[in-house]
């Protein structure tokens, strides 16, 4: 009689074990999907992103072309006014 007690005691407990395991792999799945699902819409978020602003370098050339403009329009303001004054 004490030995189909234990029986019943171990099968009752792993059951438990069993259904706790079984809850908890079906969040862990649900998380794994939702995850997959995140870095998909964070893919396309950085390709719009790409699609729709400049990179550093090519600012950095755009800054420096404006610049250059400049100097050359500051040398030639300069040279006319030497002429100006001189």
């Known amino acids: 009689m004490e030995m189909v007690l234990w ?4 099968t009752v407990i792993l059951a438990l074990i069993g259904w706790g395991w079984r809850i908890k792999d079906k969040e862990l799945e ?3 999907e939702e995850l997959q ?3 998909i819409l964070l893919n ?3 390709e719009e992103v790409a ?3 400049v990179t550093k370098v090519e600012v950095h050339a755009d800054i420096n072309r ?3 403009r400049l100097d050359r329009l500051d ?3 300069d040279r006319l ?3 100006g004054n001189g």
């Open 66 to 68: 404006v610049l250059d």
């Open 37 to 39: 699902r995140l870095q």
């Open 44 to 46: 396309r978020t950085r």
């Open 7 to 10: 029986n019943t005691a171990i």
């Open 75 to 77: 040398a030639k303001l």
């Open 30 to 32: 649900s998380q794994k």
């Open 81 to 83: 006014m030497e002429r």
């Open 51 to 53: 699609k729709e602003y």
